[in-house]
């Protein structure tokens, strides 16, 4: 079945610097989605990736799916501390999600 | 407009037993997924309703089980509850059947223990 891979588990950055995370499925994927969760809270849907190649922007926040729509990944630029959480990269086709990146931010 | 409502927050049950969870979905969505996340990991896909038929399953054991209602809401029921059974059990509603180009919104979830 489809395995989707998420890295790095962690990052820890410093307030202002960039964030990287990325997902890796074994199988082609029909579309991908992006969820940000909160400590303690819940998944929130960000964005959702369809074509091969995809870029988009979301303020700080660009995501991109790869040409042969088997990774993906998210980029935010100058991290603050309202981005902390984890990010979760989800395979549409069997809604398999990855098991997240965990990002703090040093003020 | 209410976001996706969960019931209860938090639940504390022995081994043995059984549960049942409860969700409302966003008015004007038909579509239900229920999820488990086990701390430190992503959700796992248990099953998906719409229009009160199962669409969709996971990979979980037959003590899983839910349905839907006419009015889209959703019960989700364990039965002879394993301590590896606690978890946040989070539905999610959206508007079609399809996963495909389909939003979920997530509810708070309902946490879980298994003593």
């Known amino acids: 079945g489809q395995q989707v891979m998420q890295i790095p588990q962690y990052q820890h950055v410093q307030e202002g610097e960039d964030f990287t995370t990325y997902c890796n499925s074994s199988t082609t994927l029909s579309n991908i989605q992006w969820y940000k969760q909160r400590p303690g809270g819940h998944p929130v849907f960000l964005i959702q990736l369809v074509k091969s190649g995809e870029v988009k922007k979301q303020k700080r926040l660009t995501f991109q799916f790869g040409e042969a729509k088997k990774n993906s990944s998210l980029h935010i630029t100058a991290t603050q501390t309202t981005d902390v959480g984890t990010y979760f990269c989800?395979?549409?086709?069997?809604?398999?999600f990855g098991a997240g990146t965990r990002l703090t931010v040093k003020p | 407009d209410a976001g996706v409502t969960q019931s209860p927050t938090h639940l504390i049950k022995t081994r043995g037993q059984h549960v049942t969870l409860r969700c409302s979905p966003i008015?004007?969505?038909?579509?239900v997924s229920w999820y488990q996340q086990v701390l430190g990991q992503g959700p796992q896909f248990i099953f998906q309703y719409y229009e009160k038929e199962e669409r969709g399953r996971g990979n979980f054991p037959d003590r899983f089980s839910a349905r839907q209602f006419p009015n889209y809401s959703s019960e989700l029921n364990v039965n002879a509850l394993l301590l590896g059974d606690s978890a946040l059990y989070l539905c999610?509603?959206?508007?079609?059947?399809?996963?495909?180009?389909?939003?979920?919104?997530f509810g708070p979830g309902t946490r879980l223990t298994v003593l």
């Open positions: 999610a509603s959206s508007r079609g059947t399809g996963f495909i180009l389909d939003t979920q919104y």
């Open positions: 989800a395979g549409q086709d069997d809604m398999r």
């Open positions: 008015s004007g969505h038909k579509s």
